[in-house]
């Protein structure tokens, strides 16, 4: 069966510092993978998504990027963090040839201080 | 562009009452539609999902899902609620036609459930 992981789990990280997220997913193979945010009491937003190994495409302007370097495996990354950058992270997977849900990780709280 | 609306953004249930969680979506063919559920501090969990067929559909934790296409409706419904039941939930539409698969989300209705 697919898994998908994410960590960490929590992040405080003070303004102006870097970013890493890792994602990954197992028991499939060339996954479209996404990221999205929610802030506070918000909905979802869609960031990034990828539908193959360096095939990144953005859904927002902001300082933050993704990279897919192999497979199963989706990075978020900024170099200078925002206090607007604050908020629960989610990767999710969706599998192709007409599977369109998807399913998500258990997410990363970020805290920008 | 396809959207999604769900108008109630609090509800609050008592325990073993019905429920029915509104959505609305616009979108030029017939949708891929997906209910979600979040608890809180988790992710997001697929409820059920419609592509086509019976328009009467069964998801896991008791829920189902009715699609009116007259109404471009796909309400999510349970006949009794559990004080479990109360998180979030998101109802979702894919443009099958789109390479990325992207999900659309309505902006999400948080269920309370009263002793």
């Known amino acids: 069966s697919q898994t998908i992981h994410q960590w960490p789990a929590t992040l405080v990280q003070p303004v102006g510092s870097p970013l890493s997220l890792e994602c990954t997913v197992e028991g499939t193979s060339n996954p479209n993978l996404y990221w999205y945010r929610q802030a506070a009491g918000r909905g979802l937003q869609l960031l990034f998504y990828s539908v193959g190994i360096g095939q990144i495409s953005s859904e927002v302007p902001q300082n933050l990027s993704a990279s897919r370097p192999q497979d199963r495996q989706f990075i978020l990354s900024s170099k200078k963090l925002l206090l607007s950058d604050s908020g629960f992270y989610l990767c999710?997977?969706?599998?192709?040839?007409?599977?369109?849900?998807?399913?998500f990780g258990p997410g990363t709280r970020l805290t920008v201080t | 562009a396809q959207s999604v609306t769900q108008p109630d953004i609090h509800i609050t249930v008592s325990e073993g009452a019905s429920l029915e969680l509104r959505c609305n979506y616009s979108y030029g063919a017939t949708p891929y539609l997906f209910w979600y559920v979040q608890s809180p501090g988790q992710g997001l969990q697929l409820l059920l999902k419609?592509?086509?067929?019976?328009?009467l559909v069964q998801g896991i934790k008791g829920f189902e899902a009715e699609f009116k296409r007259s109404q471009s409706s796909f309400n999510l419904r349970k006949p009794s609620v559990h004080w479990s039941d109360a998180a979030e939930y998101f109802c979702a539409v894919v443009d099958p036609y789109n390479a990325g698969n992207m999900l659309t989300f309505g902006g999400g209705t948080r269920l309370m459930v009263k002793p």
């Open positions: 419609y592509f086509s067929g019976d328009t």
């Open positions: 999710a997977w969706s599998g192709i040839a007409g599977e369109y849900e998807q399913y």
